[in-house]
């Protein structure tokens, strides 16, 4: 025992009695609303499971969404908007062609269900102007590399307004969604 220490008890002004030990049925109760308490907020605190059914559809949409803004950022290299035009190794352009069919192969694999689960307008936005935009411009690079140059600078403007349809809706919606694909 410590110095100074006396072991006294205490005793109950009212009754004069020591303290008592809590009957075994408070200390039960106790627990039981203890246990309650604990599951409930670590429950709401705990992050939601993607359902199951989704995995692949999530991998896809992501790996889409990269190999896209890859090769967007490979046809578009910094400084190119000071430039009146400007050319890209044959390396650069075939890592853009192979991005670009790699990611419209496949955002056309996430199912609309899952892209429904992201958000209510996220269906629309992925496929009609991230994936059919991307189409559209590429069918353009195509169309230009073939001799049909007015064709080709036609699809590439079409199909990019609608990515860029996607960019400003992404900017304005992407966060939670972000966190819900790119976070788990």
């Avoid at 009754?15 to 030990?21: A, N, T, Y």
């Avoid at 075939?94 to 056309?108: D, P, S």
């Avoid at 059919?132 to 590429?138: D, N, Q, R």
Wanted: glycine share 10%; net charge positive; proline share 2%.
């Amino acid at each position: 025992m410590r110095k100074g220490w006396r072991g006294t008890r205490s005793k109950c002004q009212k009754c004069g009695g020591g303290l008592k030990l809590l009957s075994r049925r408070t200390i039960s109760l106790l627990l039981s609303i203890l246990i309650v308490l604990a599951s409930v907020f670590l429950g709401c605190s705990a992050k939601s499971e993607l359902p199951a059914q989704y995995t692949n559809d999530r991998d896809n949409f992501k790996k889409a969404v990269i190999l896209l803004n890859e090769a967007r950022d490979l046809s578009n290299p910094s400084g190119a908007e000071k430039q009146g035009s400007f050319e890209l190794s044959k390396e650069t352009e075939e890592k853009i062609f192979a991005n670009t069919e790699e990611g419209i192969r496949l955002g056309k694999q996430v199912s609309d269900e899952y892209l429904e689960y992201l958000h209510p307008e996220s269906r629309d936005m992925f496929k009609q102007k991230l994936i059919k935009g991307t189409e559209i411009w590429y069918e353009g690079i195509e169309d230009n590399n073939s001799g049909k140059v007015v064709t080709g600078l036609q699809k590439q403007v079409k199909g990019n307004e609608l990515v860029i349809e996607w960019i400003k809706w992404w900017d304005k919606n992407g966060k939670s969604i972000a966190d819900r694909v790119f976070g788990e």
